[in-house]
């Protein structure tokens, strides 16, 4: 007999996935499994080191463990599992600043919103939050660091693949554009000892950037630039990297983006989109989710092969290859022409 629950059950969870993603965010914010490094704990000591309630901080870990977050013993004494692992501090696989991101206002309001969104068409940040999701950033600082953090999780789970199907031998300088703290561009830097970069991001982003190069061990192989991609690009590079910027935006956006890179590359230049490619077949990935992240946050979406290659043609470029990864992203190879 199929163990599968009714219909009626399954969309029951669904329904209170919301549930979850607060609870995951929470404990992430509070820093929970940071404190459960060490081995298992009682939540009451928990609750005193982050200064939690301590009952109400109990049912919080006691739902977790109940998903295989945490576990919970006999003496009610909660332990890390891998998925708890994910959300501890400065560790490989960490997803904390992205559980915190989620679940914060900058994006947990606009998605609030949603009903809004599909009705009008139109993102949701300035009426949920009186204003668009960077400037919203660049005004809450530490919220604004978990989003920076965030992408930096984004990074370091694709950097590695990134590194591993192109070659980079032939680069001599690479400008990552939007790179917020630069975890995909140090790992091209570390990867290729014979090349430079530049970290490219608006001031709020910059000002915290230069001491994640150096923590990071490139700080002396890295120039970090200032600026607005809308308005110029540093000039002078032989390949541009742009992480999740494209989706951020609409059609006519990414075509101004677009054309300044062009602008700004050697004439023989590549560009490189790392991005999730919505499949042609609308097979299941975390694409089509993405898609409606953008719906709500921006103007931007998540796009097929087939809208990438005709948005790069806009901008003066020619999708060479799309090569996947074994994360939702693509790596998607395109020359100046």
Not at 20 to 30: D, F, K, N, P, W
Not at 88 to 99: I, L
Not at 270 to 299: F, I, R, Y
Request: with cysteine; proline share 7%.
């Amino acid at each position: 007999m199929s163990n599968e629950l009714p219909p009626p059950a399954q969309m029951l969870r669904i329904i209170t996935g919301y549930w979850i993603s607060q609870a995951v965010g929470t404990a992430a914010r509070l820093g929970v499994s940071d404190q459960l490094a060490d081995g298992p704990r009682k939540s009451s000591e928990i609750a005193k080191a982050v200064g939690a309630d301590p009952q109400a901080l109990f049912r919080l870990m006691r739902m977790l463990a109940s998903i295989g977050v945490f576990t919970m013993d006999k003496q009610e004494r909660f332990g890390l599992t891998p998925l708890g692992d994910t959300l501890r501090s400065g560790v490989p696989g960490s997803v904390r600043d992205f559980a915190v991101a989620e679940t914060t206002p900058g994006h947990w309001q606009p998605w609030g919103k949603m009903y809004e969104a599909i009705k009008t068409g139109k993102p949701m940040c300035k009426p949920a939050l009186g204003m668009e999701l960077f400037d919203w950033y660049s005004k809450n600082p530490e919220e604004g660091e978990y989003f920076n953090g965030a992408m930096g999780d984004l990074s370091a789970a694709v950097s590695g693949e990134v590194t591993r199907i192109y070659d980079f031998a032939k680069v001599q300088k690479v400008v990552d554009v939007g790179g917020a703290h630069g975890i995909l561009l140090a790992a091209i830097l570390k990867a290729n000892p014979q090349m430079r970069g530049i970290l490219f991001d608006l001031p709020h982003v910059t000002a915290t950037a230069r001491e994640s190069l150096n923590i990071q061990g490139i700080g002396q192989r890295c120039e970090v630039v200032t600026g607005d991609f809308f308005e110029s690009v540093p000039p002078g590079a032989d390949i541009h990297v742009l992480k999740q910027i494209i989706h951020d935006w609409s059609d006519s956006e990414c075509t101004t983006i677009l054309r300044n890179c062009h602008q700004a590359l050697k004439p023989n230049g590549k560009l490189l989109l790392v991005e999730m490619v919505v499949p042609p077949d609308n097979s299941p990935s975390m694409a089509q989710a993405m898609d409606l992240n953008m719906l709500v946050l921006c103007t931007g979406r998540e796009r097929t092969e087939s809208e990438y290659r005709n948005q790069l043609a806009a901008g003066g470029f020619k999708i060479e290859r799309v090569m996947p990864t074994q994360t939702p992203f693509s790596v998607i190879e395109a020359s100046r022409v």
